[in-house]
């Protein structure tokens, strides 16, 4: 029993150990081969491509440009690259004339492995690596397209100190060529990679060195193309391989002048002709073609000065502020300091606000927040509640005018007092309207209400005030009234364009006809140019003062008669309230 238990045991043993060593001896050959496909794809990846216009930056290998920039140093080259500059020159070696079969040269790695031991200062194992790698990048790899790629003809020239590197132009071997097809394919593929290294290189050169260039290359790429293809004249190469288009190369490497570019005119003996440039002259006597004109943008004319008026200081005065703030609450909220800013600046008596975008619900909590930031002002709102959050107006009056004031709103008409459009204060001697005009819209969907319905219902309102006492109506009128008050006033899309369409401008002249108003502004400044009061924040166009006056005082002819009422009219375009698109605009009254 024992016997036969040991017998079995040893048997058993003897399985695992066979077993163990062929997983082993698996294992092993495996580690090798995957260690060889290593070795291999570093030795392909050591050998460089051939030239093209992304890799001639990238031509030098690091070790043999130290080697070559400081010769004789002390360099140890790495073991990992010892291995792949000798895979890289045991390497199979395909030959032009062969036929295409690999013959493996192990000449280099013999050598490389014969070479003396190295000194102390490491410069025979620099040498020899140098060497080895010189000869090793001199072999051709064939790439997946099936073309041969010499690797000579890749400039191993260092980097100038301006980190450009300069290519180098290879030695044309085309000569010991076969003129079959093949070799004609090979022959074209040189020639055009060196004409696009050429072409970089001379980029770097200054003009007349860059001409001798060229004209040194045109000869020697004659000649390769002549020796190359003996038999055709025109042969087409592709080009842009991304977007698949073919260019036409000629045995001349001169390019014809475009047609489409120059235009050839027969030119007499005996005229006069301008001077033309090398490219352009010629023995054809063509001249270049006119430049297209392309379209320029509009320019803003010139801000004409506009200096605002004096008068007796003595005098007591009401000065009156008008600004449309694109919503009141991201004013109140994130730009604070711009209204305390406008308040200190123009020092308003009474400041007409339009577009505030509020509801009757939040009155309680701006009112707060105004008295905060600008304390001692009585304010009066007027709500859209056809649409919430939406159009309307306010006002704020100082508290030394408490008494002598009245307030009001709305214009009498049902659509327009619904948005919140018009607030009235009623002084003593005349009555000051803030208005928010109607926009006609991107289409002018809203035109037809605007000048038909908004204007008629405003001017029967301003005929009934102006029968008690002189009438100033102030606000965004939305509307540039003359030429002078558009940047781009002989602009084709302008006419239906909202605020300069030919309806509102007619009806916005009967407005002030019927009533008998004055442009305020245009009465001191009849001819000021670049003077506007909006400018379209998406186009950043007020950086470029491309703007439109859509804010106005309109006053009673009355109120210009001596003593003149009004003392002075101005547009505070200096102030920088980017909160808005809208600037303020100001009115001096004489009380």
Same mark, same amino acid.
């Given at each position: 029993?024992?016997?036969?238990?040991?017998?079995?045991?040893?048997?058993?043993?003897?399985?695992?150990?066979?077993?163990?060593?062929?997983?082993?001896?698996?294992?092993?050959?495996?580690?090798?081969?995957?260690?060889? =496909?290593?070795? &291999?794809?570093? $030795?392909?990846? /050591?050998? %460089?491509? #051939?030239?093209? !216009?992304? @890799?001639? +930056?990238? *031509?030098?290998?690091?070790?043999?440009?130290?080697?070559?920039?400081?010769?004789?140093?002390?360099?140890?080259?790495?073991?990992?690259?010892?291995?792949?500059?000798?895979?890289?020159?045991?390497?199979?070696?395909?030959?032009?004339?062969?036929?295409?079969?690999?013959?493996?040269?192990?000449?280099?790695?013999?050598?490389?492995? =014969?070479?003396? &031991?190295?000194? $102390?200062?490491? /410069?025979? %194992?620099? #040498?020899?690596? !140098?060497? @080895?790698? +010189?000869? *090793?990048?001199?072999?051709?790899?064939?790439?997946?397209?099936?073309?041969?790629?010499?690797?000579?003809?890749?400039?191993?020239?260092?980097?100038?100190?301006?980190?450009?590197?300069?290519?180098?132009?290879?030695?044309?071997?085309?000569?010991?060529?076969?003129?079959?097809?093949?070799?004609?394919?090979?022959?074209?593929?040189?020639?055009?990679?060196?004409?696009?290294?050429?072409?970089?290189?001379?980029?770097?050169?200054? !003009?007349?060195?860059?001409?001798?260039?060229?004209?040194?290359?045109?000869?020697?790429?004659?000649?390769?193309?002549?020796?190359?293809?003996?038999?055709?004249?025109?042969?087409?190469?592709?080009?842009?391989?991304?977007?698949?288009?073919?260019?036409?190369?000629?045995?001349?490497?001169?390019?014809?002048?475009?047609?489409?570019?120059?235009?050839?005119?027969?030119?007499?003996?005996?005229?006069?002709?301008?001077?033309?440039?090398?490219?352009?002259?010629?023995?054809?006597?063509?001249?270049?073609?006119?430049?297209?004109?392309?379209?320029?943008?509009?320019?803003?004319?010139?801000?004409?000065?506009?200096?605002?008026?004096?008068?007796?200081?003595?005098?007591?005065?009401?000065?009156?502020?008008?600004?449309?703030?694109?919503?009141?609450?991201?004013?109140?909220?994130?730009?604070?300091?711009?209204?305390?800013?406008?308040?200190?600046?123009?020092?308003?008596?009474?400041?007409?606000?339009?577009?505030?975008?509020?509801?009757?619900?939040?009155?309680?909590?701006?009112?707060?927040?105004?008295?905060?930031?600008?304390?001692?002002?009585?304010?009066?709102?007027?709500?859209?509640?056809?649409?919430?959050?939406?159009?309307?107006?306010?006002?704020?009056?100082?508290?030394?005018?408490?008494?002598?004031?009245?307030?009001?709103?709305?214009?009498?008409?049902?659509?327009?007092?619904?948005?919140?459009?018009?607030?009235?204060?009623?002084?003593?001697?005349?009555?000051?309207?803030?208005?928010?005009?109607?926009?006609?819209?991107?289409?002018?969907?809203?035109?037809?209400?605007?000048?038909?319905?908004?204007?008629?219902?405003?001017?029967?309102?301003?005929?009934?005030?102006?029968?008690?006492?002189?009438?100033?109506?102030?606000?965004?009128?939305?509307?540039?009234?003359?030429?002078?008050?558009?940047?781009?006033?002989?602009?084709?899309?302008?006419?239906?364009?909202?605020?300069?369409?030919?309806?509102?401008?007619?009806?916005?002249?009967?407005?002030?006809?019927?009533?008998?108003?004055?442009?305020?502004?245009?009465?001191?400044?009849?001819?000021?140019?670049?003077?506007?009061?909006?400018?379209?924040?998406?186009?950043?166009?007020?950086?470029?003062?491309?703007?439109?006056?859509?804010?106005?005082?309109?006053?009673?002819?009355?109120?210009?008669?001596?003593?003149?009422?009004?003392?002075?009219?101005?547009?505070?375009?200096?102030?920088?309230?980017?909160?808005?698109?809208?600037?303020?605009?100001?009115?001096?009254?004489?009380?």
């Amino acid at each position: 029993l024992s016997l036969s238990l040991s017998l079995h045991l040893r048997c058993i043993i003897s399985r695992l150990t066979a077993t163990f060593a062929v997983g082993a001896v698996g294992r092993l050959s495996r580690l090798a081969i995957d260690r060889a =496909s290593r070795l &291999a794809g570093c $030795a392909r990846r /050591a050998v %460089p491509r #051939a030239p093209t !216009a992304s @890799a001639t +930056a990238k *031509a030098v290998f690091r070790p043999l440009s130290v080697a070559q920039r400081f010769p004789g140093a002390s360099v140890q080259p790495r073991p990992l690259l010892v291995c792949r500059m000798m895979m890289a020159s045991s390497a199979p070696k395909r030959s032009l004339t062969d036929g295409g079969e690999d013959v493996a040269q192990p000449s280099v790695l013999k050598r490389a492995r =014969s070479e003396p &031991a190295a000194d $102390a200062d490491g /410069a025979a %194992p620099a #040498a020899a690596a !140098a060497e @080895a790698v +010189a000869e *090793a990048t001199s072999t051709p790899r064939r790439r997946s397209s099936g073309r041969l790629k010499t690797a000579s003809s890749i400039s191993t020239t260092p980097p100038d100190l301006d980190g450009t590197r300069t290519a180098e132009p290879s030695p044309t071997d085309d000569t010991s060529v076969p003129k079959r097809r093949s070799s004609l394919k090979r022959a074209s593929t040189s020639a055009s990679a060196r004409a696009s290294l050429k072409k970089q290189a001379t980029l770097l050169l200054p !003009a007349d060195e860059a001409e001798e260039e060229t004209a040194g290359d045109t000869a020697t790429d004659n000649g390769a193309a002549a020796l190359s293809n003996t038999k055709t004249k025109k042969k087409l190469t592709k080009t842009n391989s991304g977007k698949g288009k073919q260019k036409k190369t000629t045995s001349e490497t001169k390019k014809r002048p475009s047609l489409k570019k120059q235009a050839t005119v027969q030119v007499k003996p005996g005229d006069d002709v301008p001077e033309l440039s090398k490219k352009a002259s010629g023995s054809s006597g063509s001249v270049p073609k006119r430049p297209s004109l392309k379209k320029t943008k509009s320019v803003a004319p010139p801000r004409s000065l506009t200096p605002r008026q004096t008068y007796d200081p003595s005098i007591p005065k009401l000065n009156v502020v008008s600004w449309n703030v694109n919503g009141l609450r991201p004013v109140i909220d994130k730009k604070p300091e711009q209204l305390q800013q406008l308040i200190k600046d123009l020092s308003p008596d009474v400041l007409f606000l339009q577009e505030t975008k509020l509801q009757e619900k939040h009155r309680e909590e701006f009112e707060g927040k105004v008295a905060a930031l600008v304390p001692g002002f009585d304010q009066h709102w007027s709500f859209s509640t056809a649409k919430l959050g939406y159009s309307g107006t306010a006002v704020l009056v100082r508290n030394t005018f408490k008494d002598a004031v009245k307030v009001t709103t709305g214009i009498g008409s049902d659509t327009a007092d619904s948005e919140g459009r018009a607030i009235t204060v009623e002084f003593e001697k005349f009555y000051l309207v803030g208005l928010y005009v109607p926009n006609s819209g991107v289409s002018l969907e809203r035109l037809p209400y605007r000048t038909d319905t908004f204007d008629k219902d405003l001017r029967e309102y301003c005929v009934k005030l102006q029968a008690t006492k002189p009438v100033v109506v102030t606000g965004d009128m939305n509307v540039a009234h003359k030429d002078n008050d558009v940047y781009n006033f002989d602009a084709k899309h302008l006419k239906k364009q909202a605020g300069c369409t030919a309806q509102e401008r007619e009806s916005f002249t009967k407005l002030i006809e019927t009533v008998g108003f004055v442009d305020s502004f245009r009465e001191f400044h009849p001819d000021a140019k670049g003077v506007y009061s909006y400018w379209s924040i998406r186009s950043f166009a007020r950086l470029e003062n491309k703007g439109l006056r859509l804010d106005y005082f309109l006053c009673s002819k009355a109120m210009f008669d001596e003593p003149a009422t009004v003392l002075d009219s101005y547009v505070a375009d200096e102030e920088v309230l980017d909160s808005s698109d809208h600037c303020p605009v100001g009115l001096v009254l004489r009380l």
